[in-house]
């Protein structure tokens, strides 16, 4: 059983959805799943501080990933690191009808509506990888040196669908997900 998990939201500052996926990750770690939950840095990560590289060996990743360049996606691939489960917002944005808004710096209604709802589906699975039938296996980083290769396959992990916007990679334990906690 995993005593916390890691929450890998995308770092873009360029789209609406990147600022929709970090506050998703904020209403996870702040207020759904308090003290149960981490935030990778991934400037930290790339420099190899120890506290981070830890907590994608040691505690299962979410990768949220909010568009179709799959930035967390591929840098956990680049690092030989295999996510325990990813959120694709394109997906919770589709489902629920709700959009990323225009304005990066103070998300709109509409866009913090779409955060809320991808924190509660990431605090769902949180919940599930942090249930005592789910085993994590420990993982170990490649050398920094394979986080600059360029050529990462379409879909590296072959995500598997749980539910609507929520994947796992077919090579990790199952989870039951359950939205309504």
């Known amino acids: 059983m995993a005593e916390r ?3 890998f939201p995308c770092g873009g500052i360029k789209k609406t959805e ?5 506050l998703a990750t904020y209403i996870v770690n702040e207020e759904l ?3 149960q939950t981490m935030i990778l840095c991934v400037p930290a990560f790339l420099r190899g501080v120890e506290e981070d590289l830890v907590m994608v060996e040691d505690y299962p990743t979410i990768v949220i990933d909010c568009h179709r360049e799959n930035c967390g996606t591929n840098l956990l ?3 030989g690191v295999t996510p325990a489960a990813r959120i694709f917002i394109p997906d919770i944005a589709a489902a629920t009808g709700l959009g990323y808004g225009s304005s990066r710096r103070e ?3 509409e866009a913090q509506q779409l955060a809320e ?3 509660k589906r990431a605090a769902a699975v949180g919940r599930a990888l942090l249930a005592v039938d789910y085993v994590f296996p420990r993982q ?6 394979s986080l600059a290769q360029e050529d990462v396959p379409a879909d590296p992990f072959a995500y598997v669908t749980v539910a609507e916007g929520i994947y796992r990679p077919a090579a990790m334990p199952h989870f039951l997900y359950r939205e309504s906690e």
């Open 18 to 22: 990147s600022t929709v996926a970090r």
């Open 140 to 145: 170990k980083i490649k050398t920094r040196a």
């Open 117 to 119: 709802a991808v924190a």
């Open 5 to 7: 998990v890691c929450l």
């Open 33 to 35: 799943l308090p003290r």
């Open 77 to 79: 691939f680049r690092a």
């Open 107 to 109: 998300l709109e209604p």
